[in-house]
């Protein structure tokens, strides 16, 4: 099968969150499997290829029409890890300082991706079966093949398939856009299929054109489509729930692996963990003050609302004063980063504070905690807690989309830690994130056989790809004739 993975961001070379991730390690085990594997992503400025062996080289060079605007799109082609990497360059749009997103200017950027990648389908050196677009970024473009391509004998023919990352962002747009920017008639709004909260929707758009659509776990499928976590999508996808799926995203577990990871003090497996991890425990300790035969809670995260800030704090207030030590490795809100410092004052004996990031000590944090925390208000799939799990901490979470599906959560009263691998509770309250705290620093410190086999299940939880592969190529296979 032929596919083509349009996304605004993708491993090695562009990353802000999970995205770009997924992007890259399901493209990878597409290729693993046997499968033509296309990634179309922009040429941002921040990009280093001086890192890689491989340089892009210039393939082509096109305008693309949008109303009176016909800015040049420049096409770099790089071939890394047996993927065709392509890269949509133009200057004004993507040469920019700081991140990837947030600028005045998105939609317009990102309309002129969208259009650049339509017309780059045309010169690929394949018949394209499947263009897998991503979030809103990518939204528009099952739109534009169906309403502008539908007679095009190429593009005409040519499957989509839409992934929901995160639905809080919807690609908001005014009407006049849609010709504006896509050559679309207004006559999409005016009927409704693209107007979500009176505005264009890229999001939306992708949401009615796809063929299928899929998000990145099956409780948060469910979610997306009730009242309350649909976050405004919920009429939308019931519409559209026979052709929509959930599935859980897997982890790069080559990249994420304590026995040859050598960022971590030890490096140990499922064999030899009860000695080895616990060395990295102690050095980390030794080199922050840290008594290390205390339970060592980590967290490892955007310092964002959505994390369940609130509740995190409250675990760190109750477990620093109970006989445990806290870590928190992570940026974000203002008031989230001065509360975990404030908490470092008043604790620091019991108490780690990095704020920003570093991927070494993220990596070592993984491998020294006990436990790492991720009460999330809402998370669509989650990678902190499948790295934790990989690493033997044991996840504590919100029992919420793919930390649903990801964690088995320890019952006391079935005593199931023959499967276990973390532990959970349903409700946003501080009330039962610190009992789930309590819970856990139970089992730590009168239940070690219990502790051992938790952290044994965990070391052996298989997040790869594989399965997940697996899934997406049956969706596609559901849609290709």
């Known amino acids: 099968m032929n596919i083509v993975m349009v996304t605004s961001e993708c491993l090695p070379f562009s990353k802000t969150g999970g995205l770009g991730d997924v992007a890259y390690a399901l493209s990878k085990e597409f290729i693993a499997k046997g499968h ?18 491989e340089k892009p080289h210039k393939l ?26 392509f890269f949509i360059k133009n200057d004004q749009y993507f040469s920019r300082d700081g991140g990837l997103y947030g ?20 010169e690929l ?8 677009v991503h979030d809103w970024q990518g939204g528009m473009i099952p739109c534009i093949l169906k309403c502008r391509y539908w007679d095009d004998k190429d593009l005409g023919r040519i499957k989509t ?16 856009s849609l010709y504006d920017l896509f050559n679309l008639p207004t006559s999409l709004f005016d009927d409704g299929s693209v107007r979500l909260e009176n505005q264009v929707s890229t999001l939306k758009a992708g949401i009615k054109f796809a063929d299928k659509i899929t998000t990145v776990s099956p409780t948060h499928a469910y979610e997306l489509t009730t009242v309350e976590g649909s976050k405004g999508l919920w009429y939308d996808l019931v519409l559209r729930q026979n052709d929509f799926v959930g599935i859980l995203n897997g982890m790069d577990q080559d990249e994420f692996n304590p026995e040859k990871d050598k960022t971590i003090y030890h490096q140990y497996n499922v064999k030899n963990y009860k000695t080895d991890k616990k060395l990295n425990k102690i050095e980390f300790c030794k080199q922050n003050g840290l008594d290390p035969e205390l339970p060592l809670f980590a967290v490892v995260s955007r310092l964002t609302d959505q994390k369940g800030l609130d509740l995190i704090y409250a675990m760190a207030d109750f477990l620093t004063h109970e006989g445990g030590n806290f870590a928190v490795l992570g940026s974000g809100e203002q008031y989230a980063e001065d509360m975990f410092n404030g908490l470092y004052a008043r604790n620091s004996n019991h108490t780690y504070v990095y704020i920003g990031y570093s991927d070494d000590i993220a990596h070592k944090l993984y491998a020294s905690s ?4 991720m009460p999330s208000a809402f998370e669509p799939c989650g990678l902190g807690q499948m790295i934790a799990q990989r690493y033997g901490s044991l996840p504590l979470v919100r029992r919420t989309g793919g930390l649903k599906d990801s964690v088995i959560c320890y019952d006391h009263e079935r005593s199931n830690d023959d499967i276990a691998n973390g532990f959970g509770f349903d409700d946003y309250s501080i009330m039962e994130a610190i009992k789930c705290v309590a819970s856990a620093m139970n089992v730590y410190n009168l239940k070690k056989d219990v502790f051992d086999r938790l952290v044994k299940n965990a070391l052996t939880t298989d997040h790869s790809w594989n399965e997940s592969a697996d899934k997406y190529l049956e969706v596609y296979s559901s849609i290709v004739k």
């Open 36 to 53: 033509n594997v296309a990634i179309i992503s922009p040429y941002y400025k921040k990009i280093n290829f001086d890192k890689f062996e």
């Open 60 to 85: 082509y060079s096109y305008e693309v029409r949008m109303n009176w605007r016909n800015p040049n799109a420049e096409v770099y082609h790089l071939l890394h890890e047996g993927m065709d990497y």
């Open 103 to 122: 600028f005045y200017d998105d939609g317009e950027r990102f309309a002129f991706f969208a259009n650049a990648s339509i017309l780059l389908l045309k």
């Open 125 to 132: 050196p394949f018949k394209v079966d499947i263009v897998h």
């Open 161 to 176: 398939v839409l992934t929901i990352h995160n639905p809080l962002f919807k690609g908001y747009l005014n009407r006049d």
């Open 370 to 373: 006990d436990f790492f925390i």
